[in-house]
């Protein structure tokens, strides 16, 4: 995810390098999994957040105070981290348990709820992540969601099998 300042965060979870099926097949160069700060002006690189399984959904809060990241492994929650003078991450903690399945791929709206992906479709958390309802969808895995279409409240939801769109009283926060 890029922030307004240009930075650029990242998971690094190994799913392209755990079989030929969604990559090449390789070990792992680093000692775990991370998540990364990117500045591009200088190409520095620095690890931001090393407590985690399998790092992999990312999405900051509108304001950009709270980064939110899904563990994909274990114990398969989606954390949130406060963000400090733009560049650190302190206060670590559990926002949200999916379930069924696991949080992978997420988005926030202007208001600052998360539209989590979850193995029955999308899941929405309000910013005091009370779980405000779902999106249900007749497949058993979902990996991704985002805001798109020229107001930016069409929730698309990337599914194993199947892309579904639906129109929503929402607006995406991300910026292109």
């Known amino acids: 995810v890029v922030n307004s300042d240009g930075t650029i965060w990242l998971p690094?979870?190994?799913?392209?390098?755990?079989?030929?099926?969604?990559?090449?097949?390789?070990?792992?160069?680093?000692?775990?999994c991370f998540v990364f700060r990117l500045e591009p002006d200088t190409g520095a690189l620095e690890v931001v957040v090393d407590s985690m399984d399998r790092p992999?959904?990312?999405?900051?809060?509108?304001?950009?105070?709270?980064?939110?990241v899904a563990?994909?492994?274990?114990?398969?929650?989606?954390?949130?981290?406060?963000?400090?003078?733009?560049?650190?991450?302190?206060?670590g903690r559990e926002f949200a348990v999916v379930s069924p399945g696991k949080s992978d791929g997420f988005r926030c709206d202007t208001d600052g709820n998360i539209f989590t992906s979850a193995a029955d479709g999308i899941h929405v958390y309000s910013p005091d992540a009370e779980l405000l309802g779902k999106i249900l969808v007749p497949e058993d895995r979902n990996a991704n969601c985002c805001f798109g279409g020229p107001d930016k409240n069409r929730l698309y939801i990337c599914a194993d099998k199947s892309l579904y769109s639906i129109v929503l009283n929402a607006r995406g926060a991300q910026t292109p």
Request: no cysteine; net charge negative.
């Open 12 to 32: 690094d979870p190994p799913y392209g390098i755990l079989s030929d099926r969604e990559g090449h097949k390789a070990d792992s160069e680093l000692a775990g």
């Open 56 to 68: 992999n959904g990312i999405a900051f809060s509108p304001d950009e105070s709270i980064l939110y």
């Open 71 to 91: 563990d994909t492994g274990e114990p398969g929650n989606v954390m949130a981290f406060d963000v400090e003078d733009g560049r650190r991450l302190t206060n």
